[in-house]
């Protein structure tokens, strides 16, 4: 068996050729420090720089996870790179019987956001993607499937004073009891999926090979390693898990919770 990738016919090494100018002409509207690096492209993605690069210099083809990952970054259409890809996904949701949202594989929901967030009527607000997604604060919680249930509008002005950028924002809700007081069950919770880093006694939202998706407090352990932990002071109910510095990657962070909204 051979490890060696096949060459790529002429219209894959295309639409490698569309998605690094889609990616060059997103950059070259925007000053200097603002400019996504293929660095933080790849991190966002889940994948390595070298990957990225990759399918940008037409060694790699583009699958539809990228493609709709990249779509999301550049504040793009699929199609505006790969019509293919663009067709593909249209067909897989039709499928599925979905108008508007995510076709899926085994592994990771994918979803075709709208291609402009911004609310056409007042541009002191921005619009976030509101999802059907759940961030369970109990057991666990099965996204499998993820659809667009709407935009949440937040002032432009907040976001920008806490250094919080639309393209990698997304509001889901808190399912569970685990972290009361801090989060209750039914609150909107502000997913920042840009702040992957662990950090110690910040709440992320996490996806666990056995619970699911989970939203928990990160708590650096005096020992090795980090500790899962709930809010809610009925530890007997809601124990803490500890991981060792090795198994904080079997956890996926999936972004940071930086707000949320709920009844006092």
Known sequence: MTNERRPLHDWEKAECAALKAALSAFNSHRPKEKRLTQEEIALSLGMSQGTLGSHLNGHRAISHKLAVGMAKLLEVPVKSFSSRIAEEIGEMASAAGVNSGAANDAETPHRIPPRHFDLADDKSYTGVLQLTARGSTGDGEDNSHVEIRGVMAFKSEWLRAN?????????????????????????????????????????FAMQSESKGTIVKRLVKSDFDGWIIRSDNPDKARYGDETLRDGEINEVRIIGRVVWRGGML
Not at 181 to 198: A, C, K, M, Y
């Open 163 to 203: 250094h919080l950028n639309h393209r990698h924002l997304d509001v889901i809700y808190a399912n569970g009891h685990s972290m009361e007081p801090t989060i209750n069950d039914g609150d909107v919770l502000l997913i920042d999926e840009s702040r992957l880093e662990p950090k110690d006694g910040q709440i």
